[in-house]
């Protein structure tokens, strides 16, 4: 038998079975961390870049809420969750990063952290997308779990 809860007796893939768990609170939490440039950054105002495209932040944050809602659709066996919550933030960590901060919450019966990994991906391809017409020198990081709760365990990095 494997480790791989995504494996069936035959390693074949499957979906996991969760239809025997309780719903319960699910919260995940996840970091990107992109370094824009100080090339990018000097066209910070203190609270958003503007470039042709739109507001580079906002724009951001709305693809990483999306990215979370969808998040079923882009990984094979990820299960469709119902989201109470998901929130996105972009801080400044010195004159070339930004940190992206993911949280999602959910009452079901497996966790999040799929949902709260791909807003931050996404959120973080989007500001990719946006300034790269001032430098294709972008470079995203590091995209980590920060920590998860419910279920059988929790974690926190």
């Known amino acids: 038998m494997s480790d791989f809860t995504h494996l069936d007796e035959n390693r074949q893939p499957q979906m996991v079975d969760v239809i025997e768990k309780n719903n319960t609170r699910r ?21 958003e870049i503007q470039s042709k495209k739109g507001p ?24 469709p969750l119902p989201l109470a919550k998901c929130k996105v933030t972009i801080d400044k960590l010195d004159e070339a990063r930004v940190s992206i901060r993911t949280e999602v919450v959910t009452d079901a019966k497996t966790g999040v952290e799929m949902e709260a990994l791909s807003a931050a991906s996404v959120a973080a391809l989007t500001l990719y997308d946006m300034c790269k017409a001032v430098t294709k020198g972008i470079i995203i990081e590091n995209i980590r779990l920060i920590e998860k709760t419910g279920g059988k365990s929790d974690f926190q990095a």
């Open 27 to 47: 919260t995940a939490r996840a970091e990107a961390i992109v370094n824009l440039t100080p090339e990018v950054m000097t066209r910070f105002d203190g609270s």
């Open 56 to 79: 580079v932040f906002h724009t951001a944050i709305l693809a990483g809420i999306q990215a979370a809602k969808k998040t079923s659709d882009l990984i094979p066996l990820c299960h």
